[in-house]
Nanobody, 113 residues
Framework: HVQLVESGGNSMQAGGSLKPSCVTS????????MAWFRQAPGKERERVAQIDAQGRTMYADSVKGRFSISRDDAKSTMYLQMNSLKSEDTALYYC????????WGQGTQVTVS
């Protein structure tokens, strides 16, 4: 049974930092690209960052220079270091992995005021 569980979301003031994590279970996540997506109310889902099995990363323009994605395959865990948070970063953050990002977590809420 494949499972992804996000944690670490919180309510923060602008300029603060958070580091949510995503723990996977049920298969060898190290084979796959992993990504963080976010969705704010009334907005389309956005891919925030991704990291492939070789550690190569990509970021949305809106978070470049502020967010950093990483993975620890020994712990089956992915992280998103979020710095210099802005109100527009407020959203439900999801992690996804597996073939064609078929597997998703339930999300963790980040609120920036």
């Amino acid at each position: 049974h494949v499972q992804l569980v996000e944690s670490g979301g919180n309510s923060m003031q602008a300029g603060g930092s958070l580091k949510p994590s995503c723990v996977t279970s049920g298969y060898i996540s190290s084979d796959y690209c992993m990504a963080w997506f976010r969705q704010a109310p009334g907005k389309e889902r956005e891919r925030v960052a991704q990291i492939d099995a070789q550690g190569r990363t990509m970021y949305a323009d809106s978070v470049k220079g502020r967010f950093s994605i990483s993975r620890d395959d020994a712990k089956s865990t992915m992280y998103l270091q979020m710095n210099s948070l802005k109100s527009e970063d407020t959203a439900l953050y999801y992690c996804a992995t597996g073939p064609m990002f078929a597997d998703w977590g339930q999300g963790t809420q980040v609120t920036v005021s």
